[in-house]
């Protein structure tokens, strides 16, 4: 089991560095646009850091959850992203309360339909809970993976709790400690751990499948076309490929991928 450890980031006050990647916000709702996404990202690539975004949704009619879709691409980009669901206060311009699953896949079609890359949500046990405790089967077949929370000590560690399925679809990634503010400098974060290039041990067999490492420069259809294999073939056997898992068009030098 691989396991990559990332910040969550915001306009908050905390001094701290980031770790192995950033997840920095970039706004919410209808009108904010946080202050601080532009210098989060600058100082992540200063540092070396893989840096995602983040938008907080808010519940809305339903051209309001198309235009927080659209502010959202506008403040993000091509950047790989998610959605924060959570029960927010009247505030950005947009109404209280949490969004409903259908608004969320609305959400993220949206998102999508713009151009967007998005393959993960931000959702706890404890948000899915007050929306309802629906079936998550509508995100899986959009292929999101979800992010949930827990800061009990040992939430971290896969197989504790935290990682157990809630709405038919187990976590990818778990929150394990609060964002924080305690004295003035440039990052809030709340630090969180995500599976990375998880590969079952093959069957006892004569030649084991081979493992291609990832070179500068190449994509996946250029590694599939070397081997000899369709894409489609490749991207079926490397599930968790890709930065977030699933988004197979960003890949990075040093990963690792089963050859089928």
């Known amino acids: 089991m691989q396991q990559t450890h990332w910040n969550d980031i915001y306009h908050g006050t905390v001094n701290s560095a980031p770790s192995e990647a950033v997840v920095c916000k970039a706004g919410e709702g209808a009108l904010f646009t946080d202050p601080s996404y ?11 850091h893989h840096a995602y975004a983040y938008y907080a949704l808010h519940t809305g009619t339903a051209p309001e959850i198309a235009a927080q879709a659209r502010r959202a691409f ?3 980009g091509a950047r790989p992203a998610m959605y924060d669901a959570e029960r927010w206060p009247a505030e950005s311009g947009s109404p209280a309360g949490m969004v409903s699953l259908p608004q969320l896949c609305s959400a993220i079609d949206a998102y999508r339909g713009l151009g967007g890359v998005m393959w993960v949500c931000y959702l706890p046990r404890s948000m899915w809970a007050l ?7 509508p995100l899986a ?15 971290e560690t896969v197989g504790s709790p935290a990682w157990a399925p809630y709405g038919g679809v187990r976590p990818w990634a778990v929150q394990y400690k609060p964002c924080h503010n305690t004295a003035p400098g440039t990052w809030a974060q709340a630090q969180s751990v995500w599976e990375r ?8 067999s004569p030649q084991p499948p081979a493992v291609h490492v990832v070179k500068s420069g190449e994509t996946m ?3 599939a076309a070397a081997a000899g294999v369709t894409l489609a073939a490749l991207e079926k056997a490397n599930p968790h490929a890709g930065h977030p898992a699933g988004n197979f068009n960003l890949i990075f030098p040093g990963d690792e991928l089963v050859i089928p």
């Open 38 to 48: 532009r210098p989060h990202l600058a100082q992540a690539a200063a540092g070396g």
């Open 221 to 223: 259809a250029s590694i």
């Open 197 to 204: 290039g998880v590969i079952d041990a093959p069957s006892p």
């Open 141 to 155: 077949s959009r292929k999101i993976h979800i992010v949930n929370a827990d800061y009990q000590p040992g939430s």
């Open 74 to 76: 506008m403040l993000i």
């Open 131 to 137: 929306m309802g405790s629906p079936s998550l089967s």
